[in-house]
Nanobody, 122 residues
């Protein structure tokens, strides 16, 4: 059983930066692909960034490319999302996810965190 706990959200102004953290429990962390999703009222949850089990492959939502960076620290069992040049459109609850399948089909994702709120003011 893997448990995920996000942190690092907050209220910032457009152009500012935040780094989200997702701490995972268990010894299977390195066997899972990891991802960050986000959701705003009235919209479906969307994938923001993914990183494979080894940390060698990453994938990003087109609108965050060049601004967000996903990484993982195996020694700390932690995944990060560095968010730079934040925009009001980035406002959302951000969720950490872990899955054995890199596709991250939402209905089949193995583990979810409870989310951390990011608000970007204009």
């Amino acid at each position: 059983q893997v448990q995920l706990v996000e942190s690092g959200g907050g209220l910032v102004q457009a152009g500012d930066s935040l780094r989200l953290s997702c701490k995972a429990s268990g010894t299977s962390f390195s066997k899972h692909h990891m991802a960050w999703f986000r959701q705003t009222p009235g919209k479906d949850r969307e994938s923001v960034a993914k990183i494979n089990w080894s940390g060698e492959i990453t994938e990003y939502l087109e609108t965050v490319k060049g601004r967000f960076t996903i990484s993982r620290d195996f020694a700390k069992d932690t995944v990060y999302l560095q968010m730079n040049s934040l925009k009001p459109e980035d406002t959302a609850v951000y969720y950490c996810a872990a899955d054995r399948n890199i596709a991250f089909v939402q209905s089949r994702i193995d583990y979810w965190g409870k989310g951390t709120l990011v608000i970007v003011s204009s």
